[in-house]
């Protein structure tokens, strides 16, 4: 299983990022994808998560209505597409695969850094 994250930069408050990761050597489709961040000095969180068809998407309320999380599954992957960016939104972002039928995550990428600095 690998997992590998693109995307990342520096980007102005306001601004706009997405973000993709690719997948491989599991069934992509058959799995809910997540993406987690973790802000330096401060433990990992959860940003959202899709579903395997994605028919159902959900947020973190420091994201909702900013974030999107979407998927490819011709294309084994996952993206994260980040509007209105504030400095607050600045970490290392994470793509993971969560777990069938209980909520942890057993799969991480490398992680990509998101810096949102004027």
């Known amino acids: 299983v ?21 997948a491989s050597g599991f069934s992509f489709s058959t799995y809910v994808m997540s993406w987690h961040r973790q802000a ?10 899709i579903t395997q068809s994605s028919g159902s998407t ?4 420091a994201v909702k209505g900013r974030f999107t ?6 294309k084994n992957t996952v993206y994260l597409q980040m509007n209105s960016l504030k400095p607050e939104d600045t970490a290392v972002y ?6 069938f039928g ?17």
């Open 40 to 49: 330096p000095g401060k433990e990992r969180e959860l940003v959202g998560t």
């Open 58 to 61: 959900n947020y973190a309320d």
């Open 69 to 74: 999380i979407s998927r490819d599954n011709a």
């Open 102 to 118: 209980i909520d942890q995550y057993d799969y991480w990428g490398q992680g990509t850094q998101v810096t949102v600095s004027s």
């Open 2 to 22: 690998q997992l590998v994250e693109s995307g990342g930069g520096v980007v102005q408050p306001g601004g706009s990022l997405r973000l993709s990761c690719a």
């Open 94 to 99: 994470y793509c993971s695969r969560k777990r």
